[in-house]
């Protein structure tokens, strides 16, 4: 298999991301068959002129707007690897969908209209890479035509859009014009800007660096769901979930965090395969233990002889906070990461950036919509993350307010535990009692499904 990677496409709502994919899935000859002349026939059929952003935007409420409401993830392939490209949306009211799309990239490309230059937006979209800790960036100056391919323009939109950049920490890879309508610089090199002869934008891509393989990071993985079976005699009691990232073997000893419970694997089991003796990243499987220990729902597993992840209920953390109501002192809300889900509070507010300006406030007493912020929090249990230095999948999270996500983030520091109760470690009598009331269920009451 080819080295795959995962790159965002960001920016201003009609710079042209949407067409800039379909022109590369076109250009690239990665679309099913059929499909650019089922599209054009469409196009005739309703009168309409055709565009490579109709490729994507396959949604009715999205082509009559002219707007990507939500992410759409494509697959093409370059000469070099395979590439999962995200369109995000780019307009200020889709940014929770953009950074939710952003979060899983490990390169960008953030798109500017050279005909309309920097948008307040191109600023916010540069900062929520730089702040989900995306460094790999190529610039795409897009709609060249529309300035007759001026190099003053271009030179003029590089050395802002730079200045900026290095200002928020974000050290662009390149700079490329183009024309996506025209599929000028797409692919190849083009004659029609004669002024530039640097790469391509799909030749820039390929420059990008992959990250190093989630498998050759630390072993995590957050509980999912604790099953017993006892049909045919089943008695395996399956621990399930997504691996984040590194490998787990059969005969490793692995931690339950924040609990601390140890075990070692006794079987890898995948669902209507045969039960492998090692697992690997983004592969959904379950596990079972030669020990039984009491699981909870949502603790995070580790293996004993790695690095392991961060216990704590204190910690500092990069927001972007996308919420109707401010973040704000003495209120509760709900951090998610993983599957773990537990009680929230705004410790503090160190500082508060407009992103479109870089207009800094050390002095605020809540955070509104569209600002990024700098700040302390504190949980009501401890629960176990890592930084997002370190494995960048269980260091983001997310915050909830009431029903709807306001915000998210990314975790830099672990602070000193605040809380010394042993409330989430729990009884060891309690948990052996509960394994030996499973015991007794199961062997008087076999038919009795139960899950502890």
């Keep these: 298999m080819k080295e795959r990677m995962n790159i965002v496409i960001v920016g201003h709502v009609d710079h042209g991301k949407?067409?800039?994919?379909?022109?590369l899935l076109a250009d690239t000859n990665s679309l099913p068959q059929g499909k650019l002349e089922q599209v054009k026939r469409t196009c005739?059929?309703?009168?309409?002129?055709?565009?490579?952003?109709?490729?994507?935007?396959a949604l009715i409420d999205e082509q009559a707007q002219g707007i990507t409401i939500d992410t759409a993830r494509i697959f093409f392939k370059s000469p070099k690897r395979e590439y999962i490209i995200i369109d995000a949306p780019g307009h200020i009211e889709f940014l929770k969908n953009m950074i939710s799309g952003a979060a899983r990239a490990e390169a960008a490309i953030l798109l500017i209209d050279a005909h309309e230059g920097i948008a307040e937006n191109s600023k916010r979209h540069a900062y929520m890479l730089s702040m989900l800790g995306i460094k790999q960036v190529v610039v795409a100056v897009n709609k060249m035509d529309l300035?007759?391919?001026?190099?003053?323009?271009?030179?003029?939109?590089?050395?802002?859009?730079?200045?900026?950049?290095?200002?928020?920490?974000?050290?662009?890879?390149?700079?490329?014009?183009?024309?996506?309508?025209?599929?000028?610089?797409?692919?190849?090199?083009?004659?029609?800007?004669?002024?530039?002869?640097?790469?391509?934008?799909l030749e820039l891509i390929d420059t990008f660096r992959k990250e190093k393989e989630e498998d050759q990071n630390n072993f995590r993985m957050f509980v999912q769901g604790v099953y017993k079976f006892t049909a045919d005699g089943d008695d395996r009691r399956i621990i399930a979930g997504t691996v984040n990232s590194g490998k787990i073997n059969v005969?490793?000893?692995?931690?339950?965090?924040?609990?601390?419970?140890?075990?070692?694997?006794?079987?890898?089991?995948?669902?209507?395969?045969?039960?492998?003796?090692?697992?690997?990243?983004e592969e959904a499987i379950g596990i079972t233990l030669s020990t039984q220990v009491y699981v909870k729902h949502s603790e995070l597993i580790a293996r004993n002889d790695e690095t392991l992840p961060h216990t704590t209920d204190s910690f500092k953390a990069n927001i972007f906070w996308m919420g109707k109501k401010p973040l704000q002192y003495n209120k509760k809300y709900k951090l998610k990461i993983g599957t773990k889900k537990v009680d929230l509070f705004l410790e503090n507010i160190e500082s508060v950036l407009d992103a479109s300006c870089l207009e800094k406030s050390n002095s605020r007493k809540e955070i509104h919509r569209h600002e990024v912020a700098h700040c302390i929090f504190k949980t009501t249990s401890p629960f176990s993350f890592d930084l997002i230095d370190e494995i960048k999948t269980t260091s983001r999270f997310v915050i909830v307010d009431g029903y709807d996500i306001a915000g998210g983030g990314i975790i830099v520091e672990a602070l000193e535990q605040t809380n010394t109760s042993n409330d989430e470690k729990g009884s060891p009598d309690l948990a052996a009692f509960e394994i030996e009331l499973k015991n007794l269920i199961v062997k008087y009451f076999p038919h009795w499904d139960i899950n502890i």
């Design 147 to 201: 300035v007759n391919y001026d190099e003053a323009v271009f030179n003029s939109i590089q050395k802002d859009y730079t200045q900026f950049l290095n200002e928020i920490d974000v050290k662009p890879n390149a700079f490329v014009p183009l024309a996506a309508l025209h599929g000028i610089n797409i692919t190849t090199g083009s004659n029609t800007i004669g002024w530039y002869n640097g790469p391509s934008i």
């Design 18 to 23: 949407s067409t800039l994919v379909g022109r």
């Design 251 to 281: 005969g490793d000893e692995i931690i339950f965090l924040p609990s601390g419970k140890t075990s070692t694997v006794k079987s890898i089991e995948i669902y209507e395969k045969d039960s492998p003796s090692t697992a690997g990243s």
């Design 44 to 57: 005739e059929i309703n009168s309409k002129p055709f565009e490579y952003a109709f490729l994507l935007d």
